[in-house]
């Protein structure tokens, strides 16, 4: 994909958020890797504004180096994770809501569906409280997520940020989030969840990972 | 109706789960009954990408008999349903969030509306936990649909399937059953539901199926 | 408005009922008055397939006049209303989610909105179960609603009827009531729901009725 | 901006209200300051039917200056703020669901997320019961905003107003309102909401004042 293609393909993304309810106004942003830089969301532009010259090109200390738009406020987070997460190419930031209930709660949203067993391969973890403004915030979805099989973490009292190897393997991680945030919820108000065995988990996950979709 | 037709009914029937809001990304999928055979969706493609041509057919043990891409993960599962439910000529499978919340509760969905009495004849039953890969969740939905009023099952943490004599109709069930788990989820949360007599539903039920709509 | 004009809003206005969430599939219907007869929706007809020639003429005994499809099968309590209620020029029925999750609890919903003072002058009162088929649903709803303020009543265990003087101001008495039953709902999950004083409901229905709007 | 277009803009920010699922049928308005005047929209009116010509002037004690429409029956509340708070421009009135349970619970929405802290500084209070008619209400949220961080007050019983330097800022104040009390709905629902801390609700609002968007 050349760089022109990449534009397109972000800006195109960014139309997801509001399209799947997981954004508000101008909350919520995508960014993608690009080469030694990446490219993400201009700050407090909504997303029907948004053109592929409008996203920012920054190194990977969220400097800017083109365009005449302030990057996203959360660039710095998302510099900080491809800084130390190499294999990821692209990552969503939203607010979603099930998914930030959970976070406003600091607690993780337990693995009770098949569906969240193949996509995430256990519970989404909720990491702890970080200011935005420096790289606490990446430092604190680095720290859980390296190594562990969810692509996506719940920050608590802020919201979700979700890895992939693309930008689009993180929207459809933030996508399915919320998805699973939300009958999680449901299923909770109804009482009684029952849980799915860890070797169920496994097991499901493992064939999703390896089996599902076109070879 | 002829190949063609089939396939471009499959095809305008699977626009409708994003559209009622069953689906999320490329989870659920429809499959029709075609001779000895099954029409299903291919695995891992978005809804808005299908096309009359991408669904697979296969025979009624899942092995694709036309096609280029690979068939749904969940084809052994409807292929088991075509081969022991004579009568059933469309499947639909969903994880509708509602549906899916009482199914992660293992709860059948009471029958306390004078809707789901017309449409379902009775509570929505909830089949045990089975893993996908092989037969195991054809034959759970089998042993629990044979003879049953209900075309809808909920399977323990899992989602939901659907039966009818034809796609559509099975689509019509995954809509209504949606439906009603909302509705009923709601009326739980306020605390007090108030059952229907089974001569009611009963009652209901018969007249349904035997004076609504056009003859 | 001529007979013709009269099929095109009846067709028009059916289809603010998905728009505004009130029906799913096929369910749901709304008739108006037409001189000493009634149009109403025919039986099992999805909302997009709706034409003004395919409303049905009926007599107030729900027997047909004009066209070639059956009517819906609440025809006989429509046509019960509009006997026993002379002011009344249009019906709406729905199975709306949060009107009917009331239902299914049998309580009417409390008047704790300036909204709902406004548009339902106190509470949405709920009338008992009563079976399809004959007119124990049109003299239930006869029963409650005549003489009372408000337009809308939902029905134990099964949904909800408006009335207006035409079909249009039942439509607005729909779709508001599935808005303050839902927001209802929502204020009682929080658990210290404040009542509204008589002396303030009566004051925001004298002045609804009155003022608001264009003379 | 000259006047058509102040009236060419009110009109486009009032589809955002229906299109953000912030108003059902009539209710809800926005205002504009013009100069020693008010443009606000006509009462009763459906936001598919206004027009830029519809839209009504009047002066700060809402007495009709231009148009042939009555104004909306806030315009006393509405004007009464402009009067007494010189740097709003711009008002917001909605009663859209989730503030409006708050609201009905006579309870402020308390700040546990950042989103919120950003946006809002702190919690949205929550004002007394005012009726509707005379200045009761603008002095009950003058008297709440004054000096207040929050852009947004919620009324009991009642809804919502938010304020800005312009009608866009309110309708943002008004979308995000909505938001965050769904968020926090949610959150509560799940039974161990976790508090934030005042200076961190202090740092996040001074940034988000200072730092966000572009410059």
């Known amino acids: 994909m050349n760089k022109v293609e990449l534009r397109e ?7 997801e958020l509001p399209r799947n309810g ?17 490219l993400i969301k201009p700050s407090g532009v909504t997303f029907e504004d948004l053109t592929p010259e409008s996203m920012v090109r920054t190194d990977l ?17 998302h510099a900080y994770i491809y800084r130390h997460l190499p294999h ?5 930031h939203t607010h979603s809501p099930y998914a930030t209930a959970w976070a ?15 996509e995430f391969g256990g ?9 935005i403004g420096g790289e606490e915030i990446g430092a604190e979805v680095v720290r859980v997520l390296k ?8 920050l608590k009292n802020h919201g979700v940020f979700t890895i992939g190897p693309s930008p689009r393997a993180a929207l459809k991680a933030a996508v399915m989030c919320e998805d699973v945030a939300r009958t999680v919820f449901l299923a909770h108000q109804l009482g009684n969840v029952q849980p799915l065995a860890q070797e169920h988990i496994d097991s499901l996950y493992d064939r999703y990972t390896n089996v599902y979709g076109q070879r």
């Open 61 to 77: 200390h969220a400097r800017r180096l083109e365009g005449t738009l302030s990057a996203s406020s959360d660039a710095a987070t």
């Open 123 to 131: 519970p989404i973890p909720c990491g702890g409280f970080a200011l």
């Open 147 to 154: 190594g562990h099989r969810s692509p996506a973490i719940i």
């Open 88 to 92: 990821v190419g692209g990552i969503v």
């Open 9 to 15: 393909q972000l800006t195109a993304l960014h139309q």
């Open 22 to 38: 997981l954004v508000t106004w101008t909350s919520g942003n995508i960014s993608a890797r690009d080469g030694d830089a990446m």
């Open 104 to 118: 406003a709660n600091a607690r993780e949203i337990p693995c009770v569906l098949t569906a969240m067993a193949d």
